[in-house]
């Protein structure tokens, strides 16, 4: 269950003002992740706009948002889809659900992925 106060630190993370977003679907229409997620971009910002962060923080679309910034870069409203991706992400890390667990990476993984890509990676998942 997420607090109103963890709400309220979600919006104060992101810096954004999701209420601007007027559903036009212009993010999830040029976002090259949207065949893989379960919610769309512009979906996740609805959840988030009517207060029902659980459904939010419950979809895969927070770990697979790539933070490529093409829908920001298509918004009319200047939203920064990106932002609330990683305020979500974070809130749920500040509550303990980490997403990997570092420990249960495939040897392979350790051996052969760039070290960049393994940080980089562990700072978003853990
Ligand atoms: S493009 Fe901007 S205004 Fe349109 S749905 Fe996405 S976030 Fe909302
Ligand atoms: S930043 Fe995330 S939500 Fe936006 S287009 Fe890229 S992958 Fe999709």
């Known amino acids: 269950m997420v607090s109103s106060e963890n709400r309220r630190?979600?919006?104060?993370?992101s810096g954004e003002d999701v209420t601007s977003?007027?559903?036009?679907?212009k993010c999830s229409a040029g976002c090259a992740?949207?065949?893989?997620?379960?919610?769309?971009?512009?979906q996740v910002i609805r959840l988030v706009q009517l207060g029902q962060?659980?459904?939010?923080?419950?979809?895969?679309?927070i770990w697979l948002c790539a933070s490529c910034l093409a829908c920001s870069a298509r918004c009319p409203?200047?939203?920064?889809?990106?932002?609330?991706?990683?305020?979500l992400r974070v809130t749920l890390l500040r509550l303990g659900g980490r997403h990997l667990d570092p420990v249960r990476l495939p040897?392979?993984?350790?051996?052969?992925?760039?070290?960049?890509?393994?940080?980089?990676?562990?700072?978003?998942?853990t």
């Not at 977003?21 to 679907?25: E, S, T």
């Not at 962060?53 to 679309?61: D, G, H, M, P, Q």
Request: hydrophobic share 45%; charged share 20%; net charge negative.
């Open 9 to 13: 630190k979600l919006l104060d993370i």
């Open 21 to 25: 977003c007027y559903q036009c679907g």
């Open 33 to 42: 992740m949207a065949a893989m997620m379960d919610l769309l971009p512009h």
């Open 53 to 61: 962060v659980e459904e939010a923080l419950a979809s895969r679309t």
């Open 77 to 87: 409203r200047g939203v920064s889809l990106p932002n609330v991706m990683e305020s």
């Open 107 to 125: 040897a392979d993984v350790l051996e052969n992925a760039p070290e960049q890509a393994l940080v980089a990676g562990l700072r978003k998942y």
